[in-house]
């Protein structure tokens, strides 16, 4: 009988269910987030440079005999290359994986798309990749002799 009247410890069992089944997996599913939006603010900024970067390569021999302006396309894909791996030097230590394809549609613009694939926090939350796209036109400017 003194069993049946004395139920405070099952609260405790109760409490500590609700902290395993329902707290834990919240707090791991906030943690994925924060990092997907994290890697999503860094890879635009990535993008953003490197777009640039390949935007502003501009075919010097072209320009030489011609006088006209226009992307060199080799370059602009090395240049763009190298902006976006500096600027995510800490996809290692965050955990994911960054890719960057740069296009040219004129010969005065680049359009780079990223994608970077997040690795979870916990196996239970969903994958998640992010995908950012810029455009950005040529703005060398070029002063006569």
């Not at 993008?47 to 502003?56: H, K, L, V």
């Not at 994986?97 to 690795?119: I, K, M, N």
Request: hydrophobic share 50%; proline share 4%.
């Amino acid at each position: 009988m003194v069993l049946l009247r004395n139920r405070k410890a099952d609260m405790m069992a109760w409490t500590a269910l609700l902290v395993i089944f329902l707290a834990l997996p919240l707090a791991s599913l906030t943690v994925d987030i924060v990092r997907g939006l994290y890697v999503r603010t860094h890879l635009q900024t990535a993008s953003d440079a490197a777009c640039q970067a390949a935007a502003d390569a501009l075919d010097v021999a072209t320009f030489r005999n011609t006088g006209q302006r226009r992307i060199n396309t080799g370059l602009g894909r090395a240049q763009a290359g190298a902006v976006f791996a500096a600027t995510l030097q800490d996809a290692g230590r965050v955990g994911y994986t960054p890719a960057l394809a740069v296009g040219f549609p004129s010969a005065t613009v680049a359009f780079c798309r990223a994608t970077a694939s997040v690795r979870r926090f916990l196996p239970l939350t969903p994958s998640m990749t992010a995908v950012v796209e810029t455009t950005s036109e040529m703005r060398t400017q070029v002063q006569g002799p």
